[in-house]
């Protein structure tokens, strides 16, 4: 009895120790139409955008000085092969999806294009790699 519940324990740690998500919290569930909602072209200001999303993970400027904002944020989970003694060895990683929020400002730091992209995320390691 006492080995059913320890293998049951084991499984259900390997289970929900696979979960990871990285970057910004604030762009989690962002869809193109919840974006549209809060960010307004030639109204929203860096200010606003800064109290939305916070701190953006990357700014870059062109050279007219406008400048761009990006925020990313990843969901991941453990490939099951990640838990099996010796396979993990040849094939295991993660896969997930990725969300990406890039806005860009004119010169007056008001938002004047952005955009919302979702992708899907595979990292393999190991012998065997797609």
Known sequence: ????????ASLSFALLSGCASVGNESIADAT????SAQL?????????VRGLYGDPA????????????EYD???MHSKPTNF???????????EGD???LVIFFDRSKVVQ??????????VSQGLITR
Not at 1 to 8: G, N, V
Not at 40 to 48: A, E, L, R, S, Y
Request: aromatic content about 10%.
């Open 1 to 8: 009895m006492s080995w059913r519940i320890s293998l049951a």
């Open 113 to 122: 294009q952005y955009t919302v992209s979702s992708s899907k995320v595979d």
């Open 84 to 94: 099996i003694p010796y396979v993990n060895l040849i094939h295991s990683g993660a």
């Open 40 to 48: 307004i072209k030639g109204k929203t200001t860096q200010q606003n």
């Open 58 to 69: 990357k700014t870059s400027f062109t050279d007219s000085g406008n400048e761009t904002w």
């Open 32 to 35: 193109p139409e919840s974006v």
């Open 98 to 100: 990725k969300k990406s």
């Open 73 to 75: 944020f990843s969901r």
